[in-house]
Protein backbone atom coordinates (compact mmCIF):
# COMPACT_ATOMS: atom_id res chain seq x y z
CA UNK A 1 0.00 0.00 0.00
CA UNK A 2 1.58 3.56 -0.81
CA UNK A 3 -0.83 6.44 0.77
CA UNK A 4 -3.78 3.96 1.60
CA UNK A 5 -4.43 3.09 -1.55
CA UNK A 6 -2.90 -0.42 -3.79
CA UNK A 7 -0.06 0.12 -5.11
CA UNK A 8 0.68 -2.18 -8.84
CA UNK A 9 3.89 -2.04 -10.49
CA UNK A 10 3.99 -2.55 -14.12
CA UNK A 11 7.00 -3.79 -15.71
CA UNK A 12 5.88 -3.38 -19.56
CA UNK A 13 7.59 -4.39 -22.32
CA UNK A 14 6.41 -4.52 -26.08
CA UNK A 15 8.69 -7.28 -28.53
CA UNK A 16 7.66 -8.42 -31.92
CA UNK A 17 5.78 -11.50 -32.72
CA UNK A 18 7.25 -14.79 -33.43
CA UNK A 19 5.59 -18.00 -35.12
CA UNK A 20 5.89 -19.10 -31.56
CA UNK A 21 3.42 -16.77 -30.58
CA UNK A 22 0.59 -17.93 -33.20
CA UNK A 23 -1.51 -19.61 -30.65
CA UNK A 24 -1.36 -16.53 -28.47
CA UNK A 25 -2.41 -14.19 -31.34
CA UNK A 26 -4.95 -16.79 -31.83
CA UNK A 27 -6.13 -16.73 -28.39
CA UNK A 28 -5.97 -12.32 -28.73
CA UNK A 29 -7.94 -12.37 -31.42
CA UNK A 30 -10.97 -14.51 -30.35
CA UNK A 31 -10.92 -12.92 -26.69
CA UNK A 32 -10.87 -9.53 -28.95
CA UNK A 33 -14.09 -10.56 -31.22
CA UNK A 34 -16.08 -12.35 -28.45
CA UNK A 35 -15.68 -8.63 -25.98
CA UNK A 36 -16.90 -6.81 -29.34
CA UNK A 37 -20.11 -9.87 -29.09
CA UNK A 38 -19.05 -10.02 -32.67
CA UNK A 39 -19.78 -14.06 -33.20
CA UNK A 40 -21.07 -16.77 -31.05
CA UNK A 41 -18.38 -19.35 -29.53
CA UNK A 42 -18.89 -22.22 -31.97
CA UNK A 43 -17.92 -19.72 -34.63
CA UNK A 44 -14.85 -18.15 -32.69
CA UNK A 45 -13.52 -21.18 -32.30
CA UNK A 46 -14.11 -22.68 -35.69
CA UNK A 47 -12.65 -19.60 -36.68
CA UNK A 48 -9.71 -19.55 -34.09
CA UNK A 49 -9.11 -23.35 -35.50
CA UNK A 50 -8.71 -21.69 -39.09
CA UNK A 51 -6.87 -18.51 -37.77
CA UNK A 52 -3.71 -20.35 -36.24
CA UNK A 53 -2.57 -21.91 -39.19
CA UNK A 54 -2.87 -19.38 -41.35
CA UNK A 55 -1.18 -16.70 -39.05
CA UNK A 56 1.62 -18.99 -38.58
CA UNK A 57 1.97 -19.18 -42.41
CA UNK A 58 1.99 -15.42 -42.57
CA UNK A 59 3.92 -14.83 -39.90
CA UNK A 60 6.46 -17.23 -41.74
CA UNK A 61 6.23 -15.29 -45.28
CA UNK A 62 6.73 -12.01 -43.33
CA UNK A 63 2.90 -10.50 -44.59
CA UNK A 64 1.98 -10.49 -40.94
CA UNK A 65 4.23 -8.89 -38.26
CA UNK A 66 2.73 -8.68 -35.02
CA UNK A 67 3.90 -7.18 -31.66
CA UNK A 68 2.78 -8.30 -27.72
CA UNK A 69 3.21 -5.84 -25.05
CA UNK A 70 3.73 -7.87 -21.65
CA UNK A 71 4.04 -7.36 -17.87
CA UNK A 72 6.57 -9.66 -16.49
CA UNK A 73 5.83 -13.79 -18.32
CA UNK A 74 1.90 -12.61 -19.21
CA UNK A 75 1.10 -11.37 -22.36
CA UNK A 76 -1.84 -8.25 -21.61
CA UNK A 77 -2.01 -6.89 -25.46
CA UNK A 78 -1.18 -7.07 -28.98
CA UNK A 79 -1.69 -6.14 -32.37
CA UNK A 80 -0.91 -7.24 -35.94
CA UNK A 81 -0.27 -5.54 -39.23
CA UNK A 82 -0.46 -7.10 -42.73
CA UNK A 83 0.58 -5.88 -45.84
CA UNK A 84 -2.01 -6.63 -48.78
CA UNK A 85 -0.85 -6.77 -52.36
CA UNK A 86 -3.21 -3.78 -53.92
CA UNK A 87 -3.85 -2.08 -57.21
CA UNK A 88 -2.62 1.05 -57.53
CA UNK A 89 -5.23 3.30 -56.38
CA UNK A 90 -6.21 7.39 -56.62
CA UNK A 91 -5.00 7.75 -52.43
CA UNK A 92 -1.67 5.83 -53.87
CA UNK A 93 -1.23 6.22 -57.59
CA UNK A 94 1.93 4.46 -57.39
CA UNK A 95 2.24 1.67 -54.52
CA UNK A 96 1.13 -1.90 -55.24
CA UNK A 97 0.09 -2.34 -51.58
CA UNK A 98 -1.41 -1.83 -48.44
CA UNK A 99 -1.31 -2.21 -45.02
CA UNK A 100 -3.94 -3.51 -42.54
CA UNK A 101 -4.08 -3.51 -38.73
CA UNK A 102 -5.94 -6.30 -37.25
CA UNK A 103 -5.94 -8.15 -34.16
CA UNK A 104 -5.68 -5.10 -31.61
CA UNK A 105 -6.76 -6.61 -28.02
CA UNK A 106 -5.74 -4.92 -24.93
CA UNK A 107 -6.93 -7.42 -21.83
CA UNK A 108 -9.53 -5.74 -19.81
CA UNK A 109 -7.53 -4.52 -16.63
CA UNK A 110 -4.82 -3.01 -18.53
CA UNK A 111 -7.34 -0.60 -20.88
CA UNK A 112 -6.53 2.71 -20.34
CA UNK A 113 -2.89 3.04 -20.31
CA UNK A 114 -2.17 3.78 -23.77
CA UNK A 115 -1.09 0.24 -24.40
CA UNK A 116 -3.34 0.32 -27.74
CA UNK A 117 -1.80 3.40 -29.24
CA UNK A 118 1.42 2.53 -28.61
CA UNK A 119 0.64 -0.92 -30.67
CA UNK A 120 -0.81 1.19 -32.98
CA UNK A 121 2.45 3.42 -33.24
CA UNK A 122 4.93 -0.19 -33.74
CA UNK A 123 2.17 -0.87 -37.04
CA UNK A 124 2.30 2.79 -38.52
CA UNK A 125 6.14 2.54 -38.28
CA UNK A 126 6.36 -0.57 -39.78
CA UNK A 127 4.03 0.76 -42.89
CA UNK A 128 6.86 3.78 -43.18
CA UNK A 129 9.53 1.29 -42.99
CA UNK A 130 7.30 -1.20 -45.99
CA UNK A 131 6.67 2.29 -47.81
CA UNK A 132 3.03 1.83 -47.27
CA UNK A 133 0.76 4.71 -47.43
CA UNK A 134 -2.24 3.97 -47.02
CA UNK A 135 -3.33 1.69 -43.94
CA UNK A 136 -6.90 0.49 -43.14
CA UNK A 137 -8.56 -1.21 -39.88
CA UNK A 138 -11.98 -2.10 -38.99
CA UNK A 139 -12.39 -0.73 -35.91
CA UNK A 140 -15.57 -1.73 -32.76
CA UNK A 141 -17.26 1.07 -30.90
CA UNK A 142 -14.86 1.00 -28.08
CA UNK A 143 -11.35 1.20 -30.72
CA UNK A 144 -13.08 3.75 -32.85
CA UNK A 145 -12.02 7.13 -30.78
CA UNK A 146 -8.12 5.71 -30.37
CA UNK A 147 -8.05 5.46 -34.05
CA UNK A 148 -9.55 8.97 -34.94
CA UNK A 149 -6.67 10.65 -32.50
CA UNK A 150 -4.67 8.68 -34.66
CA UNK A 151 -5.68 10.17 -37.86
CA UNK A 152 -7.67 7.46 -39.20
CA UNK A 153 -10.96 8.18 -40.57
CA UNK A 154 -14.14 6.56 -41.55
CA UNK A 155 -14.09 5.58 -45.17
CA UNK A 156 -17.00 4.58 -47.83
CA UNK A 157 -15.85 0.39 -47.69
CA UNK A 158 -19.26 -1.29 -47.97
CA UNK A 159 -19.45 -5.22 -47.08
CA UNK A 160 -20.99 -8.58 -48.51
CA UNK A 161 -20.91 -11.71 -46.81
CA UNK A 162 -22.37 -15.15 -49.04
CA UNK A 163 -24.60 -16.32 -46.03
CA UNK A 164 -26.41 -18.61 -48.41
CA UNK A 165 -23.05 -20.67 -49.60
CA UNK A 166 -21.77 -23.69 -47.79
CA UNK A 167 -18.82 -23.88 -45.90
CA UNK A 168 -16.40 -26.70 -46.12
Same mark, same amino acid.
Given at each position: ????? &??????L????????? &????? @?? /?????????? *?????L???? @???? $???????? +? +? %????? !? !?? +?? +???? *?????????? &?P????? *???? @?????????? $????????????????????G? /?? !????????????? $???? %??????????????? %???? $?
Amino acid at each position: MLNGS &AYTHFMLETRRASLND &AELIT @RH /RKAMFADAES *APHPVLEEMG @RNFE $PWVRRMLA +D +D %KYVGW !I !IE +DG +DRAV *ASAGFLLLDW &APHYLDP *AGEQ @RGYVLNVFVE $PEYRRRGLAQALMSECMDEAGR /RG !IRVVALHASRKGQ $PVYE %KLGFTTSNEMLFVDT %KSEQ $P
